[in-house]
């Protein structure tokens, strides 16, 4: 009896265990958190990369997570009834993060598909084909390669040189938890209402608070659960302070911004009708100084070339968006001992002329009047329709949902640089007007607007006083040229007359007597 029971047990166990490895071998190709974001063909900077020819092209990403290497999995893409074809991942990569205080690994191989040679403003569908074990009714493995099909997904690539209006959503600061169940309910729902309409989106960090916690089982089911929305619509994240651990190791595992290879998802830039984007992450020079030079010299030399004249034509709009905000009337905050570090950034920001600078971290919604070095600056117009301001504007929009404290109205400062506030949570959207107006709206999740304002331009106007306006260089460059033309034409005229010497008595003085030159100086 007891040799029967033993191998009775022995079976059940063997039993049980085959069933268990069949069900996690089914799990294994599944394509989960799949996402996408827009790729280097959208971003100048890949020239100043020296980037291959090859890298330039990628316009689009996708990408996705799986248990095991995968590599029969394909992507099968779709333009209306035309099928494109089946491609497999142009690379996978397996990510392994170890967490030294729970001794415990997490592991996942991250499936990348580089898309070139797409059309711009058309929709595409696209879904994935994988390979499972066949079992029958009594999980009794049948075949090792059934072939399984994803859920179809739809994406539109943004119009590069786009004249229409255009729309991006601005919001940080979400978890994963269920207080956040209503934040993601309505972003879906409005960006179901509004389709294509959508440009792209811009995440402002800390996301899932944190990625990595629970060995990384709380990242993946972030990203699951924000598959519907990241898997159809561009998304531009930055990290925030909650992304930080392991030098954002797990955030860049999951997240391929343009040039990510070479800036890990640092800092980007990408182009879209009038607006030229610049993302950041200033919380790498906060905890690593000895980054800062290549940050700065990146930001400068990224804005530097948006802010040169011919770009300007093209795109009028600089807009930059940061975790981390340069300031903020929230008393609980930390923001103002990041500042002397960050001020070398808002330098740049002023130098170069931004126009808007989109922030999250402090837990509300923050609009402020232009400003630069703790001063506000003049625009024409009033709060909510402010034309040709000489400094940036910064919104902080950090209230999307979660379950940290949302910061108490009677919490913050009555400053001055603070055009309107508010602790409703919601989120942004930057609207394209046309290329010499944008429309900034922050909305609740059942879609009330808390604060909207248009910002407006003169085209190439600039904000500072360096005269670089086009018109007044113009009439500088006439003015030099006229002086010089005027001043070789006397000295011709005077040589020409010292030849003839005693010939004429007509003095010079009398040809142009408004003009007197120091001969010493000839």
Known sequence: MIRYSSTRTLLIALIFYVQVAVYVANEDCIPKQIHISLGESYTRAAERFQANMETRQIQLRIIYHTKQ??????????????????????????????????????????????????????QYEYSFSYTSPETDSSNVLISSRRLEKSETFTFTLPVRNATSEQSYLFFADFDDTEYSLQARTALLNYLESRGSSITALLPGGDLAYNLETENGRRG????????????????????????????????????????????????????????????????????????????????????????????????PWIVVYNHRPFYTASRSSDVPASYPILKQVEDLLYKYNVDLGLFGHVHYYERSYPIYQNQTYSFEGNSHNMKNAKAPIYVIDGILGSNFTIERMDNVFNLSHVASSDNTTGFGELKVLNNQSLLYIHRTHQGKVIDQFVLSKSILRTFDQKFKSPDVFKVLVFLMIGGFLISYLYLAIRNSLMKRGEKTNVSPENIVPSIRLDDSKL
């Open 69 to 122: 290497s995968c590599s029969s999995n394909r992507m099968l893409l779709t333009l209306g009834a035309e099928k494109l074809g089946e491609f497999p991942a142009t690379s996978i990569q397996h990510f392994v993060q170890i967490n030294a205080t729970e001794k415990l690994s997490y592991e996942s191989y991250v499936n990348v598909h580089e898309l070139t040679n797409l059309k711009e403003g058309v």
């Open 220 to 315: 993946d089911r972030f990203m699951e659960k924000m598959q519907p929305i990241f898997a159809r619509w561009p998304t531009m994240p930055v990290p925030g302070n909650h992304e930080r651990l392991g030098d954002y190791a797990n955030y860049n595992s999951r997240f391929k911004l343009p040039l990510f290879n070479q800036t890990h998802n640092n800092v980007f830039s990408f182009d879209v009708g009038p607006i030229h984007f610049l993302g950041l992450n200033t919380d790498r020079i906060l905890i690593s100084p000895q980054y800062r030079d290549e940050f700065l010299r990146f930001v400068e030399q990224d804005l530097e070339f948006a802010d040169m004249e011919e770009n300007r034509r093209q795109r």
